[in-house]
């Protein structure tokens, strides 16, 4: 799970690295927090499909809404 308030700043080799784990059969969700994110760089970050695998939440104080999708992704033991 990546949890970020931001963007990289290496955007070429962060993608090449995801790319890479999610090769090697590890699975990547994405959620991004506040009005600094870059959504496309963690939908190319987390595995496919993004739309079950980034979570995008305006402010860190929405964590009850966040947490209530994250058990429904990490729990079932891998990622849809």
């Not at 959504?39 to 209530?68: G, H, R």
Request: proline share 2%; aromatic share 6%.
């Amino acid at each position: 799970v990546l949890i970020t308030d931001g963007s990289s700043n290496k955007y070429d080799s962060t993608i090449m690295e995801a790319r890479n784990t999610r090769l090697a059969n590890i699975d990547i969700l994405t959620v991004g927090i506040g009005d600094w994110i870059d959504e496309t760089e963690l939908k190319e970050i987390a595995t496919d499909p993004d739309e079950w695998n980034t979570y995008i939440v305006n402010k860190y104080a929405q964590p009850e809404s966040l947490a209530k999708n994250l058990r429904k992704s990490l729990c079932n033991g891998k990622l849809v």
